[in-house]
């Protein structure tokens, strides 16, 4: 009987070792496929966050490319607003100059039709004149002054507006 429980011990070691053996192949060749498997898929999520990375940066130079047209088109707009104020501030310095000097008298119309119920017309020159037409009043050179820094004020405010209505046209894409 020893025989036999040699022969069955032995048999039995056997199949214990064929058993391990084929666990471990068999562990061995899964964990092989399961790594396959990962490195694919780690491939894929690469590929996946570079293709997201490159769509990102060129979103981001559009948007650069945007921005740097915008901020130019911004300088060279108020560096046009900048030349046409400067230039109806000169202008108006040199009228209020030449007011100042008596080179230069703003003068009004006078309504005539109240006064000698010919329509507006002059029955006659004055002595000493050779322009027909209607009656005029010189302004006091004070006067002039005020009215002329009015009208300035008045067109460096038309100024700012043309400036401001040529930005929000500018920016919202309507030209």
């Not at 490195?39 to 559009?62: R, Y």
Request: net charge positive.
């Amino acid at each position: 009987m020893k025989l036999d429980a040699v022969k069955w011990s032995g048999a039995l070691l056997l199949t214990l070792g064929l058993m391990a053996g084929s666990a471990w192949a068999a562990w061995t060749w899964q964990a092989n496929a399961y790594g396959q498997q990962l490195a694919k898929q780690e491939k894929a999520h690469q590929t996946t966050l570079t293709n997201l990375a490159n769509a990102n940066s060129a979103l981001i130079l559009a948007e650069q490319d945007k921005r740097t047209a915008l901020e130019q088109w911004l300088a060279a707009s108020d560096k046009v607003h900048y030349r046409v104020l400067t230039d109806a501030k000169n202008n108006q310095a040199r009228l209020r100059d030449r007011l100042a000097t008596a080179d230069l008298r703003l003068s009004v119309l006078l309504d005539t039709t109240a006064k000698n119920g010919s329509d507006g017309m002059q029955t006659s020159t004055g002595p000493g004149c050779l322009v027909h037409g209607a009656t005029r009043a010189q302004l006091d050179p004070a006067h002039a002054q005020r009215i002329i820094g009015i009208t300035g004020d008045g067109d460096q405010g038309l100024i700012a507006l043309q400036a401001c209505q040529a930005y929000a046209k500018g920016v919202s894409g309507t030209k």
